[in-house]
């Protein structure tokens, strides 16, 4: 099993800055895809970014060119810096991963919230 723990979220006034970190634990053999979903009040879950083991990134449109995604393999991280923050990216932030160990499958955090006040 693969734990997944996020810190970061908080409140922050329209066009500030945030920094999002998911560290993975567990027995995991190999971390593949990392990356982070939100979901607002009401809405579905988006993707926002991904990052595969190659560093490989993937963006929403709405966050291109204002979030970037990064991770670490040695540490088993991936992190997520949110720039010129708007308040419709004011969400539930959920750190994902694709892991194998003994099978492969995907991975959630509990989540950390991100309020954007304007």
């Known amino acids: 099993q693969v734990q997944l723990v996020e810190s970061g979220g908080g409140l922050v006034q329209a066009g500030g800055s945030l920094s999002l970190s998911c560290a993975a634990s567990?027995?995991?053999?190999?971390?593949?895809?990392m990356g982070w979903f939100r979901q607002a009040p009401g809405k579905e879950r988006e993707l926002v970014a991904t990052?595969?083991?190659?560093?490989?990134?993937n963006y929403a449109d709405s966050v291109k060119g204002r979030f970037t995604i990064s991770r670490s393999n040695a540490k088993n991280t991936v992190y997520l810096q949110m720039n010129s923050l708007k308040p419709w990216d004011t969400a539930v932030y959920y750190c994902?991963?694709?892991?194998?160990?003994?099978?492969?499958?995907?991975?959630w955090g509990k989540g950390t919230l991100v309020t954007v006040s304007s």
């Open positions: 994902y991963c694709n892991a194998d160990t003994y099978t492969n499958r995907n991975y």
């Open positions: 990052i595969t083991s190659d560093d490989t990134t």
């Open positions: 567990g027995s995991m053999l190999r971390i593949n895809t």
